[in-house]
């Protein structure tokens, strides 16, 4: 029996088991797909927030040095959005392939001893008290890799030769949009289709775009442009007139036609390594826990590609589940603790999903009004640096924040920056992943509330000569704190989220 099953190995799935399996947890990953990471994949934006995420895991310079950083932005627009406002140590969106995060979550999943269970099929989900299972069935599914075959009289049975049940504390479905898990589970998956008919492809281009990244809208047409920075790009294109399933072959003549409407250009589009035709729905499960199983990424909720916050926003519910399962398993945190990861993420969810919808309907639009609509809110984004900066917040992630309770100091909740510290970066101390007490320089009082390095917290000194006093989760984001040194409430406050006595 192991502590966390994770079904799919998707960046959310990988990035999760291998959060789990840092602290010391016992975690299998199954997965329906064959071993091997390809590079057919759709999403291509790694926003600031995700990239901190990543920083807090050694992870996110790596990246960076294979993807092509974008600091400005041509969205429905030909005016540049200027990313470099950002608050962050990455103040750009990340133009690179899903391949590339996976090969890197996928690396630290393993060297941390993850068990990964390839060419094996979830067919369902049980739960009893005190743990949780999935019945699978194919090449993993095997006496060696944790295979149970005593969990009830049904074990085994009715699915065919290969079929077993794994059992473990807690199961969490990251299986995308058509999982299993959640099926399992009877939850609805409300929701209708946004955009259907959207070829999309990796190309070479005979012209350099003007930006590399653009997307605009006009008439019937929508295009994408992307450059990965290897001299392939990603590109989309959309024709309203032109509706056809997604079984229908997929041409690059399609893109070629929407670029040149859309863009102007079509660059040259030539040689595609892969191409294919998709819709995309707006959907979200109403619950993100069921006792002992969870969902979290495609899997809870999915949502227009405007935006480029689908697989952000799958990492960064991996990233808020992640120490809290650590945190139950571990003694440290009771039951209600896991009730949070619903309470945060499902908002987090449902707001994604307006945001992306109303930038994919702004730009699909056939209303004169709407598009006039569409033309001033540009124009806004350019202009006027306070609406701006929101949006791009949003986006991005950097501007998430979680509810707070009543009376609380209003840092807590949101997003913690990337702190200076006598220690090093926030980001660095935060890789170890545990909380972190962020203290006035040279405060003893408040040093001295935080028990030794190998304990639930570790205290950090602020470089600065302010007097607050900052409790830090292990996703980095502000639990407690106070303008001035109050080692009293920091005391409570430890007790409430680490289980220091």
Do not use: C
Request: aromatic share 6%.
């Amino acid at each position: 029996m192991t502590d966390v099953i994770v079904v799919g190995a998707g960046p959310t799935g990988l990035l999760l088991a291998g959060d789990l399996a840092v602290a010391g947890r016992s975690v299998t990953l199954v997965e329906r797909r064959p071993e091997a990471v390809g590079n057919l994949t759709r999403a291509l934006a790694v926003h600031a927030r995700t990239l901190e995420q990543l920083d807090a895991r050694g992870l996110a310079d790596e990246l960076v040095a294979r993807g092509y950083p974008v600091r400005e932005l041509r969205l429905l627009t030909r005016t540049p959005i200027d990313l470099t406002r950002l608050h962050s140590r990455f103040p750009y969106v990340l133009v690179v392939g899903q391949y590339e995060v996976e090969r890197l979550l996928e690396r630290r999943a393993r060297e941390a001893g993850a068990t990964f269970l390839y060419d094996t099929e979830v067919t369902g989900v049980r739960q009893e008290d005190g743990g949780a299972g999935v019945e699978v069935r194919g090449g993993g599914a095997d006496a060696e890799s944790g295979a149970e075959s005593g969990w009830g009289p049904e074990s085994g049975s009715g699915r065919g030769s290969g079929s077993r049940v794994l059992r473990a504390s807690y199961v969490v479905g990251t299986d995308g949009a058509s999982s299993t898990v959640r099926r399992s589970l009877g939850l609805p998956f409300p929701g209708s289709a946004v955009i259907r008919s959207m070829v999309l492809a990796d190309v070479r281009l005979t012209r350099t775009p003007p930006a590399p990244l653009m997307a605009n809208a006009e008439g019937d047409f929508f295009a994408l442009v992307g450059a990965f920075g290897d001299g392939w790009y990603r590109v989309m294109g959309w024709n309203r007139a032109r509706q056809l399933p997604d079984s229908a072959p997929a041409d690059l003549d399609e893109v070629r036609e929407a670029a040149r409407q859309a863009l102007g250009s079509d660059y040259g589009m030539h040689s595609p390594r892969w191409i294919s035709r998709f819709h995309s729905d707006e959907r979200q499960a109403p619950h993100y826990r069921v006792g002992r199983v969870f969902l979290a990424g495609d899997a809870a909720h999915v949502h227009s590609p405007a935006g480029g916050m689908g697989m952000n926003t799958g990492l960064q519910d991996a990233a808020n589940l992640s120490w809290k399962l650590s945190a139950v398993l571990d003694g440290r945190a009771g039951d209600a603790l896991l009730d949070t990861y619903e309470t945060e993420r499902h908002p987090v969810g449902a707001m994604v999903l307006r945001a992306s919808g109303v930038i994919i309907r702004l730009a699909l639009t056939r209303s004169a009004p709407l598009r006039a609509l569409r033309s001033a809110g540009s124009q806004m984004l350019v202009r006027a640096h306070p609406f701006a900066d929101r949006v791009m917040r949003m986006v991005t992630g950097i501007g998430i924040a979680y509810p707070s309770p009543r009376g609380a100091h209003p840092l807590v909740g949101r997003r913690a920056p990337d702190l200076a510290l006598s220690s090093g970066r926030l980001y660095e101390v935060l890789r170890a992943g545990r909380f972190v007490v962020v203290g006035p320089r040279g405060d003893e009082r408040v040093r001295s509330v935080v028990p030794g390095d190998d304990g639930p917290a570790v205290y950090a000194e602020s470089t600065r000569s302010a007097t607050r006093t900052l409790l830090i989760r292990p996703d980095g984001y502000i639990a407690w704190a106070a303008d001035r040194p109050d080692p009293a409430s920091l005391r409570r406050a430890l007790a409430e989220w680490t289980g220091q006595p």
